[in-house]
């Protein structure tokens, strides 16, 4: 298979347009139409000669993702896409639309970083269909343009990019990384650093390594529990990096960047949103420059657990707050159209 087009960083690009005997600045207008104007197929590149387009499109692979099924919440608010990958693997996209009065609209897209997953978390559709394969960095970045040309296409802009789809991102780390490198690059596509958010399990020599790239993108990590019993029973990673490893890598990385980290805390009624488990962790995360952000969970097939209800939820929060750390109840999105990561492509599998 020819190579997949957002697989090409500028200068690979450029040696490969190069290598086509055409003018250098050639390769330019292919990056900017990519990047800048986010056409998706070689027929939208109306700035090259039409044997070139031609060329273009023998030559390189523009099809890196097919959309094989979609889903929309009935509010609107939350659209999901199955993509089929050309290998026939399948991921799925999440894009959120969240609009407050008097605030900016934000469109969030939520993308995914491996097929499968091989961390097992014991709540989640895709760590129960185990790992398949890593996604490359064009796999990544392809569902960034995909709806960022979708917004574009309505008038609206993209304005967050959360990388907590399917998949631990930091296992897959070179491509991940990569991919928001080339999303980030000024001369292209130009998405801030601190507009990407990466959501990991808690691969604490991963954390180390990022904390020390000073990488100004945000950090989220899954808690979800405070105690090793608890965490070990939803999270079997836990069993490697147990809480204190991961609180001390957190603290670590705080130290390097500066940067607040978040918790996320996935609510399962009667499990982890006891006010007792909000005091354990409210000890645990003491002079840590964090923020816990709680959410209901969402049902998943084969998982017995049940999303918090809301006045659980505010026991939660407040019982964390009076014990000094800020907290967010989320909204948990998209049930009906099984927006929870991996579900639809479960499914399909
Ligand atoms: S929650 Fe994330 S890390 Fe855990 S199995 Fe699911 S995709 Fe993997």
Redesign the pocket.
């Known amino acids: 298979m020819n190579k997949q087009i957002y697989d090409f960083d500028f200068p690979e690009l450029s040696a490969r347009v190069n290598s086509w005997g055409v003018p250098k600045y050639r390769a330019q207008q292919v990056w900017d139409g990519l990047y800048k104007n986010l056409w998706l197929a070689p027929e939208e590149f109306t700035n090259l000669s039409k044997e070139l387009r031609g060329k273009m499109g023998e030559l390189v692979e523009f099809n890196v993702l097919k959309p094989v099924d979609y889903r929309e919440s009935k509010d609107g608010e939350t659209l999901k896409t199955l993509f089929e990958l050309h290998d026939g693997q399948h991921i799925e996209t999440v894009l959120m639309k969240y609009d407050t009065e008097g605030r900016q609209p934000r469109r969030t897209v939520c993308i995914s970083t491996q097929v499968g ?1 091989g ?3 014991t709540f ?1 559709a ?2 129960q269909m185990g790992f398949k394969r890593q996604l490359s960095s064009g796999e990544i970045v392809a569902q960034v343009i995909y709806f960022a040309r979708k917004l574009q296409d309505a008038g609206e802009t993209l304005t967050n990019v959360v990388v907590m789809g ?3 991102p930091l296992h897959n780390y070179a491509a991940t990384m990569e991919a928001i490198d080339r999303l980030n690059n000024p001369d292209g596509f130009a998405f801030g650093a601190r507009r990407f958010t990466i959501s990991t ?1 808690g691969l604490v020599p991963l954390i180390k390594r990022f904390a020390d790239e000073k990488r100004q993108v945000n950090l989220a990590i ?1 808690l979800h529990a405070a105690e090793d019993e608890l965490r070990s029973s939803m ?1 079997p990673i836990n069993e490697k990096y147990p809480i204190s490893n991961l609180l001390e890598v957190c603290r670590y990385y705080v130290e390097q960047t500066h940067r607040r980290i978040t918790f996320e805390w996935a609510l399962i009624e009667g499990v982890n949103d006891t006010p007792e488990q909000a005091h354990i962790l409210a000890r645990r995360v003491k002079g840590l420059l964090c923020h816990v952000n709680a959410i209901p969970l969402n049902p998943t097939q084969g998982f017995n657990g049940k999303g918090t209800g809301s006045e659980r939820a505010k026991i939660f929060k407040e019982t964390l707050e009076q014990a000094g750390v800020t907290c967010t109840i989320r909204a948990h999105r998209g049930i009906d159209i099984q927006a929870g ?2 579900q639809l492509a479960s499914r399909e599998k």
């Open positions: 997953c961390m097992g978390c989640c895709t760590g399917m998949g631990e399990v899954s999270l990561c991996g």
